[in-house]
């Protein structure tokens, strides 16, 4: 009998970790039936309809699902051989559906041929490439501000911090009346990063656009640079009540649902949330601006980067429509659509995307250079963002320190890739 | 019975052992050699998707005792294990105890506490995030009965989330543990209560000495089962706290998740996948060895 549990615990353990690594195909290689695996819920449903239209007699196998989800998803299916025939790839390095995580062991297939390929400004380039191969069709750029409900923002009479003493003047007040300035849903441990993004941008790179390049040579650490100082801004902005009571057991959702009802007055997001805001709140309209990081507006910088774009599987036995559908979602039609759905910039120029009037600011930040990649696309490893993510928790729960976590995220940084 | 006359009854009753042998191919094809190639993972860097990984030897079991993380799991898997044990087992036992009496409602009773055990996990998890939030039924419920003070971020206190998804667990699985009871107890000859009531002994003294005895067997599966799944409970603490805030509420099994799809530390996860294994086969096999001692003496 003991010995019987012992085998069946550790089946149960280890059947799913026992998988062969070679990767497959999604769906059969007619060309007709293709497979798409995609986190941009909300907005690949237009692109893959608006596909299916501009090629008669395609099917269109479609999964989307949440980001954390997907993620891990894509791992088991990729060395299982199950992974469909285009799937989201994240640019750069640093999460575990990246570029360079994927195109690395091989399960990539190379788009360099591709002629919006070459076109891709440089520093989009630099996150869709391994080795100098162009592996992600990167669409749309997003970027990290705050988010104001504008509503709710002329209902309070305060009007939009321009600077940071502004900035906790503005929750102190926001705060009195009854409407804290931001939603925080920091239950969703990837929320945590996002504010902590809006002023690392300027504290950290108005003074050295070059910190990444210093940190991958050994010359910089996160303990010992600026990063302390924005770790420290963050406690501050909780402790003046920029956020909401209970940030902790607030998920992501909620928050949404914060901001869009102007419980808050905002939300520190990224552009993506604007769609998701006027769904829970149509009549609403919501406006982002740069997070001031600092008194001085002319050093002001916003993370901005490009986001998740689509990859085809090595495999693949439909490579011809995945190519079609990469160069649909490429093309200025699909690019429009797509990016016109998330509330994201286009890549390519031409494009004619209409960007939604909200994002004037980010706009005007990318036309002008002020903006730097998110901060995890360019780190060695997976790790050093989920040590930060789970250290900001416990940061806030007063289990650890900022310093601590910033020594943390400084030793697996260094462990490499 | 003598020795000689079981040794003739066995010779002459058991199967030939060859007989096995369909079962056992099947069980070693699905069970035995996949659960053995993953253990071989183990001793390997890989990272889930490279085909080219390395043979490293036992260095992911060194590491993971030097691991804060793992070692804080395995101390809140063990919380988790002997809480929701004592504390399932306990309440099973009671509404056990009270559903078996003649109250008219006793088989509605039943079904209703048995109904959260047919849930799937994750629904009652999600169900409970929401009840548990800062703004959540709960705590509507407190202010609205006047105890406003009491409100509390269940899941988002560190100190609280653990027992939060403790009392989920017992919430779900009381009601099943109820059901096994009340099949023990209804094994027990009313006769026996009567000669007991006779002899004029009370509810407290026919409990300890002929409930409790006569409930071993049902008392060993209760607790056998109850220690495995709070062993290897992932479900509800992935839905209500993900492990944390911070790594406040990780199980082995959560992290053994984490570290696999998430950070692509495929080897290092089965290391603790195999820790996870000898920790639920030793504390199975030393209960059920401890229980079914108890249970001859008892009987």
């Known amino acids: 009998m003991k010995k019987i549990f012992a085998a069946i615990a550790a089946a149960t353990l280890l059947t799913a970790c026992s998988s062969g690594t070679k990767a497959g195909s999604g769906s059969g290689g007619d060309n007709k039936t293709l497979t798409i695996a995609s986190v941009d819920q909300g907005s690949i449903e237009k692109v893959v309809e608006a596909f299916k239209a501009a090629n008669p007699g395609v099917t269109v196998n479609l999964s989307t699902s949440g980001a954390d989800q997907y993620q891990q998803q894509i791992r088991t299916q990729l060395a299982s051989g199950t992974a469909p025939d285009v799937m989201t790839v994240w640019p750069g390095n640093g999460n575990p559906g990246a570029t360079y995580v994927i195109a690395k062991p091989g399960y990539l297939l190379d788009l360099s041929g591709q002629p919006w390929a070459s076109k891709l400004p440089d520093a989009f380039k630099k996150v869709a490439q391994y080795e100098g191969k162009t592996y992600n069709a990167v669409f749309g750029l997003n970027g990290i501000g705050a988010v104001y409900n504008d509503q709710a923002l002329t209902k309070s009479g305060l009007k939009a911090p321009g600077t940071w003493t502004d900035l906790l003047d503005f929750c102190r007040a926001a705060a009195g009346k009854g409407t804290p300035a931001f939603a925080l849903g920091i239950q969703d441990n990837w929320v945590t990063q996002i504010a902590l993004y809006a002023l690392v941008a300027t504290d950290v790179y108005s003074a050295d656009k070059d910190f990444d390049t210093k940190m991958a040579a050994g010359q910089a650490t996160f303990a010992g640079s600026p990063w302390t100082t924005a770790m420290d801004k963050y406690q501050q902005m909780n402790t003046a009540g920029c956020f909401q009571k209970n940030p902790l057991g607030t998920s992501y959702e909620a928050s949404q649902t914060l901001a869009a009802t102007g419980k808050t007055l905002g939300i520190i997001q990224g552009n993506w949330i604007i769609g998701l805001l006027k769904k829970k709140n149509p009549a609403g309209t919501f406006t982002m601006k740069a997070l001031p990081a600092t008194d001085d507006p002319a050093r002001f910088i916003m993370p901005a980067a490009a986001g998740a774009g689509y990859g085809v599987n090595a495999k693949t036995k439909n490579k011809d429509l995945a190519i079609t559908f990469i160069t649909y979602v490429m093309s200025p039609a699909g690019m429009k659509i797509f990016n016109e759905a998330q509330g994201s910039l286009p890549t390519l120029p031409d494009a004619g995307t209409a960007v939604d009037p909200g994002l004037a600011d980010l706009t005007t930040f990318v036309k002008d250079n002020r903006t730097v990649p998110f901060m995890d696309q360019l780190w060695p490893n997976a790790k050093v963002q989920q040590t930060m993510l789970s250290g900001l928790q416990e940061v806030f729960s007063g289990q650890a320190k900022p310093a601590d976590v910033l020594k943390d995220m400084d030793t697996d940084y260094k462990a490499g890739s | ?299």
């Open chain 2, 1 to 299: 019975m003598t020795s000689d006359r079981k040794k003739r009854l066995r010779g002459r009753t058991a199967p030939p052992w060859w007989f096995t042998v369909p079962a056992l191919s099947l069980f070693a094809f699905v069970v035995l050699v996949p659960s053995a190639r993953g253990v071989y993972y183990a001793f390997t860097d890989w990272d889930g998707l490279d085909p080219d990984f390395a043979v490293i030897g036992l260095r992911n079991f060194t590491e993971l005792l030097g691991d804060d993380d793992a070692r804080q799991a395995i101390w809140h898997t063990v919380l988790i294990a002997v809480a929701v044990t004592v504390l399932q087992n306990g309440v099973g036992l009671l509404l056990a105890l009270g559903v078996n009496s003649m109250i008219k409602t006793r088989n509605f009773l039943r079904v209703l506490l048995f109904a959260p055990a047919m849930i799937a996990q994750i629904v009652t998890a999600y169900l409970w995030r929401n009840l548990l939030g800062p703004d959540g039924a709960v705590n509507s419920l407190l202010d609205g009965i006047g105890l406003g003070s009491w409100r509390q971020d269940w899941l988002g206190d560190p100190k609280l989330a653990l027992w939060m998804i403790v009392l989920v667990v017992v919430w779900q699985y009381a009601g099943y543990s109820m059901v096994i009871f009340v099949a023990g107890l209804q094994s027990i000859p009313k006769e026996i209560y009567e000669a007991a009531a006779i002899d004029g002994s009370g509810p407290v003294r026919r409990f300890f000495s002929i409930v409790r005895p006569l409930l071993a067997p049902a008392i060993t599966i209760n607790l056998m089962l109850s220690i495995i799944g709070g062993i290897k409970l992932f479900d509800q603490v992935y839905a209500l706290t993900g492990g944390g805030p911070g790594h406040a509420t990780d199980t082995i099994s959560t992290l053994i998740y984490k570290d696999a799809f998430t950070l692509g530390e495929f080897g290092y996860s089965i290391a603790l996948a195999v820790v996870l294994t000898v920790i639920v086969a030793v504390a199975s096999a030393a209960q059920y060895t401890g229980l079914a001692r108890n249970e001859r003496a008892a009987s």
